[in-house]
């Protein structure tokens, strides 16, 4: 499997006998998943999502938004527990182009991704059991 480290955005070729939450970087020993929602923007968007063989889920939020705030936990807390995913967020205030190729009319706006096939996509805050849901619904597809 191809995982993009989220630290140097360099590829790596992960054995199948090697789970993703224990590896590490070839080139930094950075962890190659992280369980905390990592921070993606127009510069390193196009150098980890389509590289990467992992599936991506991407919160696209801004600082001002009320139900965002109110997301952000769930989110942060489900990122830790699904091990086959690599949660991240992108602010759509500093991020302008990824919102505008994204068409994010609506936040916050959660895409799950799968190199560059937007698997699943859906706008409004959800709560921890509909994120799950939703999510695991979307994962059995892949």
């Known amino acids: 499997m191809?995982?993009?480290?989220p630290s140097c955005f360099k590829k790596n070729n992960l054995p199948d006998d090697i789970a993703v939450?224990?590896?590490?970087?070839?080139q930094c020993d950075h962890d190659l998943w992280s369980n905390q929602p990592i921070t993606l923007n127009?510069?390193?968007?196009?150098?980890?999502?389509?590289n990467t063989e992992l599936p991506v889920l991407v919160d696209?939020?801004?600082?001002?938004?009320?139900?965002?705030?109110?997301?952000?936990p769930t989110f942060q807390r489900l990122a830790g527990e699904f091990k086959t995913v690599q949660f991240?967020?992108?602010d759509t205030e500093a991020s302008p182009r990824l919102s505008q190729f994204f068409q994010i009319r609506s936040i916050p706006s959660l895409i799950l991704f799968k190199q560059t096939t937007q698997v699943a996509r859906s706008?409004?805050?959800?709560?921890?059991?509909?994120?799950?849901?939703?999510?695991?619904?979307?994962?059995?597809?892949?």
């Open 123 to 142: 706008a409004g805050a959800m709560n921890a059991g509909q994120m799950q849901s939703w999510l695991v619904s979307h994962l059995k597809a892949l």
């Open 21 to 26: 939450y224990e590896a590490q970087c070839g």
């Open 88 to 90: 991240a967020k992108v």
């Open 60 to 72: 696209f939020w801004a600082e001002w938004c009320g139900p965002c705030k109110s997301m952000a």
């Open 42 to 50: 127009d510069d390193n968007f196009m150098l980890y999502v389509p």
């Open 2 to 5: 191809i995982v993009v480290c």
